[in-house]
């Protein structure tokens, strides 16, 4: 079946950097646009960022775009997240997604879950 496994969690200072990745397997893990979601504490789901199969088109929420890229390796079925700038409101837990599609079309509906793997930005 399909597994997601996040690691590269950790405590961050402000203003520092962590690199978040999400090992797939169980999947044909280049077929599917793929996704970062966070949880802050005490708060709901927040989309962070998409990436198709290729990995040549991505989107990112405003809060993050200029700070966070989204990357994938097809060859070694991973998913990454670059932070950069980290910020105390980017303290969360963050989940990778695959797709609920076998497709390039960007459909945004969330199938299998990771996880998650938790983020302290912190002084």
């Known amino acids: 079946q399909v597994q997601l496994v996040e690691s590269g969690g950790g405590l961050v200072q402000p203003g520092g950097s962590l690199r978040l990745s999400c090992s797939a397997s169980?999947?044909?893990?280049?077929?599917?646009?793929m996704y970062w979601v966070r949880q802050a504490p005490g708060k709901g789901l927040e989309w962070v960022s998409s990436?198709?199969?290729?990995?040549?088109?991505?989107y990112y929420d405003d809060s993050v775009k200029g700070r966070f890229t989204i990357s994938r390796d097809n060859a070694k079925n991973t998913l990454y997240l670059q932070m950069n700038s980290a910020k105390s409101e980017d303290t969360a837990v963050y989940y990778c997604a695959k797709d609920l599609h076998n497709s390039d079309t960007y459909y945004y509906t969330f199938g299998s879950w990771g996880q998650g793997t938790q983020v302290t930005v912190s002084s």
């Open positions: 169980g999947v044909t893990f280049s077929s599917y646009w």
């Open positions: 990436i198709n199969t290729g990995g040549g088109t991505t």
